[in-house]
């Protein structure tokens, strides 16, 4: 899930190979319920009730109501998209959750962008031009230092299989780093760099300590598709935009209990009780780890040891605007920073060129460094990135004129970043699990239930496209724009 996520296999390669409506509202009216819209609940016995505006959920409301079956979103937050949350900061559309397209093809959502005319723009985030700082030696790392990186990160992913042998699959990444460097004979600093490039590959991907995660977790962690890594033009908003178009929505509607009988189901919420037929639900796994959902009945052992055993990591962006690009140099502008203290935000993605030129960095933190510095303000953590920017450029340059910082960790609707495998998971049979249908009504979608792609978006959309195939019985999701989505699409239906 590295640019998950952090693409994982661009780091590789970056070092390797050579080297809503989103914001609040901007939905079509007239196809959803406002958000001031009824507390009585007046749906027919037969619509499917979908728990949560994010990837997975608009994707099943837009479908089902395109193949003429009643279906209402309920989302508890104010705006649509979830976890993809394109936000202006300082006049930009930035993505504060889901970022990168990770792979282009069979993508759902380069289906989706295209359909609508948006398309995407390459983000290999880093090549053998980025610059590197190292904050202990005080100095620019090498391009020939920043190499020697790339050879271990390759060398070491390849030798995961046989760590895996030895040390069994719940050791932890962090020991099997351990035992591949105190092997490899590096000196100082290379075996310093060497470390800083592993952790940050494991723990940008997984967004997780690497003492946290096992060797099993980073082997069964969702996968990109192929077609290498892409921002959508003018970030996830459109392609948000293009679900909600199609889908009845109520927002502001916070679930917290959902009955299912034999004949139908119920679900309390904020605003009210909503019956149905179906009920499908898309929330985070944090949501469901946090027991904020009832179920009656209570839901089976099995799905409830996978949620149990899963986890969720947590993945936080810093997105600084400037007046001037005043880190850029003659290569690319995405910088990698070797501080003294672990984890501190280890790389930033320039996403001038992405914002219509208006300078633009995000820093990205997770592991031990989120939780040490959790509880600071906005104002301090972004101030402390606006500090390493000027220790890292080659000129100072103004102060930032607009700053946001995540806090996915403590977001009630969110409770994390994305799903990982713990030491005690069961690895991809516990998202199998968490995807398994309760009964014949209560149906369960998003990025923790995919098996192959958790921790995506595409992994998202296509359990939700799952989902909707379980309850039409059809194959791919057939959107109203006339397109049909799944692993892959056609553009012609
Ligand atoms: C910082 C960060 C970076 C990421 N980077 C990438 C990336 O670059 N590429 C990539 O492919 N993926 C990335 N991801 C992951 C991706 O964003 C998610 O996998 C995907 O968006 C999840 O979609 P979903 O529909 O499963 O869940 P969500 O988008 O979380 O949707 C679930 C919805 O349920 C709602 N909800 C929660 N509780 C309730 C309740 N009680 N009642 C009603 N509604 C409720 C929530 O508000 C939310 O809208 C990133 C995520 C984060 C946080």
């Given at each position: 899930?590295?640019?998950?996520?952090?693409p994982?296999?661009?780091?590789?390669?970056?070092?390797?190979?050579?080297a809503?409506?989103?914001?609040?509202?901007?939905?079509?009216?007239?196809?959803?319920?406002?958000?001031?819209?009824?507390?009585?609940?007046?749906?027919?016995?037969?619509r499917?009730l979908?728990?949560?505006?994010?990837?997975?959920?608009?994707?099943?409301?837009n479908?089902?109501?395109?193949?003429?079956?009643?279906?209402?979103?309920?989302?508890a937050?104010?705006?649509?998209?979830?976890?993809?949350?394109?936000?202006?900061?300082?006049?930009?559309?930035?993505?504060?959750?889901?970022?990168w397209?990770?792979?282009?093809e069979?993508?759902?959502?380069t289906?989706?962008?295209?359909?609508?005319?948006?398309?995407?723009?390459?983000?290999?985030?880093?090549?053998?031009?980025?610059?590197?700082?190292?904050?202990?030696?005080?100095?620019?790392?090498?391009?020939?230092e920043l190499?020697?990186?790339?050879?271990?990160?390759?060398?070491?992913?390849e030798?995961?299989?046989?760590?895996?042998?030895?040390?069994?699959?719940?050791?932890?990444?962090?020991e099997?780093?351990n035992?591949?460097l105190d092997?490899?004979?590096?000196?100082?600093?290379?075996?310093?760099?060497?470390?800083?490039?592993?952790?940050?590959?494991?723990?940008?991907?997984?967004a997780?300590?690497?003492?946290?995660?096992?060797?099993?977790?980073?082997?069964a962690?969702?996968?990109?598709?192929?077609?290498?890594?892409?921002?959508p033009?003018?970030?996830?908003?459109?392609?948000?935009?293009?679900?909600?178009?199609?889908?009845?929505?109520?927002?502001?509607?916070?679930?917290?209990?959902?009955?299912?009988t034999?004949?139908?189901?119920?679900?309390e919420?904020?605003?009210?009780?909503?019956?149905?037929?179906?009920?499908?639900?898309?929330?985070?796994?944090?949501v469901?780890?946090?027991?904020?959902?009832?179920?009656?009945?209570a839901?089976?052992?099995?799905?409830?040891?996978?949620?149990?055993?899963?986890?969720?990591?947590q993945?936080?962006k810093?997105?600084?605007?400037?007046?001037?690009a005043?880190?850029?140099?003659?290569?690319?502008?995405n910088?990698?920073?070797?501080?003294?203290?672990?984890?501190?935000?280890?790389?930033?993605?320039?996403?001038t060129?992405?914002?219509?030129?208006?300078?633009?960095?995000?820093?990205?933190?997770?592991?031990?460094?989120?939780?040490?510095i959790?509880?600071?303000?906005?104002?301090?953590?972004?101030?402390?990135?606006?500090?390493?920017?000027?220790?890292?450029?080659?000129?100072?340059?103004?102060?930032?004129?607009?700053?946001?910082?995540t806090?996915?960790?403590?977001d009630?609707?969110?409770?994390?970043?994305?799903?990982y495998?713990?030491?005690?998971?069961?690895?991809?049979?516990?998202?199998?699990?968490?995807?398994?249908?309760?009964?014949?009504?209560?149906?369960?979608?998003?990025?923790?239930?995919?098996?192959?792609?958790?921790?995506?978006?595409?992994?998202?959309?296509?359990?939700?496209?799952?989902?909707?195939?379980?309850?039409?019985?059809?194959?791919?999701?057939?959107l109203?724009?006339?397109?049909?989505?799944?692993?892959?699409?056609?553009?012609?239906?």
């Amino acid at each position: 899930m590295t640019p998950r996520r952090f693409p994982r296999r661009d780091f590789i390669r970056m070092l390797g190979a050579g080297a809503a409506a989103t914001a609040a509202g901007t939905w079509a009216p007239g196809c959803g319920s406002s958000a001031t819209g009824p507390t009585t609940d007046s749906g027919s016995p037969d619509r499917v009730l979908v728990i949560g505006a994010g990837a997975a959920g608009l994707v099943i409301g837009n479908a089902l109501r395109a193949a003429g079956r009643e279906a209402l979103v309920l989302e508890a937050r104010d705006r649509l998209g979830g976890r993809v949350w394109s936000r202006d900061v300082g006049g930009v559309p930035v993505d504060l959750g889901g970022m990168w397209i990770s792979g282009s093809e069979g993508n759902p959502a380069t289906c989706i962008l295209n359909h609508e005319g948006i398309g995407w723009e390459s983000a290999e985030p880093f090549g053998l031009d980025t610059k590197a700082y190292d904050a202990v030696l005080q100095r620019e790392i090498p391009i020939e230092e920043l190499a020697g990186v790339a050879v271990v990160l390759v060398e070491f992913e390849e030798q995961i299989p046989s760590l895996t042998r030895e040390l069994g699959p719940r050791a932890s990444m962090a020991e099997a780093i351990n035992v591949y460097l105190d092997r490899s004979g590096l000196g100082e600093p290379a075996r310093r760099y060497a470390e800083l490039g592993l952790r940050t590959q494991v723990e940008t991907d997984i967004a997780q300590q690497s003492e946290l995660v096992p060797l099993l977790s980073f082997e069964a962690s969702g996968s990109a598709l192929p077609g290498g890594e892409h921002f959508p033009n003018g970030s996830y908003r459109g392609m948000v935009q293009a679900l909600a178009r199609g889908a009845d929505m109520q927002l502001d509607t916070v679930v917290s209990r959902i009955e299912h009988t034999d004949d139908g189901v119920s679900v309390e919420t904020s605003r009210g009780t909503y019956t149905g037929s179906h009920v499908v639900v898309t929330v985070p796994l944090g949501v469901l780890k946090a027991g904020a959902i009832e179920f009656s009945p209570a839901l089976p052992t099995p799905k409830q040891v996978a949620i149990d055993r899963m986890a969720m990591a947590q993945l936080e962006k810093v997105v600084l605007r400037y007046d001037d690009a005043f880190w850029q140099t003659a290569g690319s502008g995405n910088l990698l920073y070797a501080s003294q203290t672990q984890g501190e935000f280890p790389f930033f993605v320039d996403y001038t060129q992405y914002a219509g030129g208006a300078p633009t960095l995000l820093a990205f933190y997770c592991g031990d460094f989120g939780r040490a510095i959790a509880s600071q303000t906005d104002e301090a953590i972004a101030a402390r990135v606006g500090a390493i920017v000027e220790e890292l450029a080659p000129r100072s340059g103004p102060a930032p004129t607009n700053a946001f910082v995540t806090r996915w960790k403590s977001d009630p609707y969110a409770l994390g970043s994305y799903a990982y495998f713990t030491p005690d998971s069961a690895g991809a049979a516990d998202a199998r699990a968490l995807g398994t249908p309760v009964g014949e009504r209560l149906l369960f979608a998003g990025e923790a239930t995919s098996v192959e792609y958790n921790g995506y978006v595409h992994g998202a959309l296509l359990s939700g496209i799952r989902e909707t195939e379980r309850l039409l019985g059809t194959q791919g999701a057939r959107l109203d724009s006339g397109l049909v989505v799944g692993l892959g699409c056609d553009e012609e239906a």
